[in-house]
Nanobody
Framework: QVQLAESGGGLVQAGGSLRLSCSATGSTFSTFPVAWFRQAPGKEREFVASISWNGGSTDYADSVKGRFTIFRDNAKNPVYLQMNSLKPEDTAVYYC???????????????????WGQGTQVTVSS
């Protein structure tokens, strides 16, 4: 089973940018969809963005459309989440996730994913 690891989180001022990376170890995830979720204290884990196995299809939560971009380069492994114009309400632990079923369409629900990273903290100050 593929193991995922996120990196790139940190503290940034409102309006700033961060790029998160999700890398796979133990196996490649070039044939699997990948999604980013986030979870703020006291809140449920919520969908942020997803990308199909070949990068040809992406989806975003309404709250991040126009500000976040998910992309992948399967030749280089990581899946990235570029986050621009960050807001304090973007503060959360961000997780990447993938499935064990190749070539399937990405899901918006956490239950659609079988492998998760440990998460990376993103804090946006006002």
């Amino acid at each position: 089973q593929v193991q995922l690891a996120e990196s790139g989180g940190g503290l940034v001022q409102a309006g700033g940018s961060l790029r998160l990376s999700c890398s796979a170890t133990g196996s490649t995830f070039s044939t699997f969809p990948v999604a980013w979720f986030r979870q703020a204290p006291g809140k449920e884990r919520e969908f942020v963005a997803s990308i199909s196995w070949n990068g040809g299809s992406t989806d975003y939560a309404d709250s991040v459309k126009g500000r976040f971009t998910i992309f992948r380069d399967n030749a280089k492994n990581p899946v990235y989440l570029q986050m621009n114009s960050l807001k304090p309400e973007d503060t959360a632990v961000y997780y990447c996730a993938t499935t064990s079923r190749p070539w399937e369409a990405p899901s918006f629900a956490p239950s659609g994913y079988t492998s998760w990273g440990q998460g990376t903290q993103v804090t946006v100050s006002s």
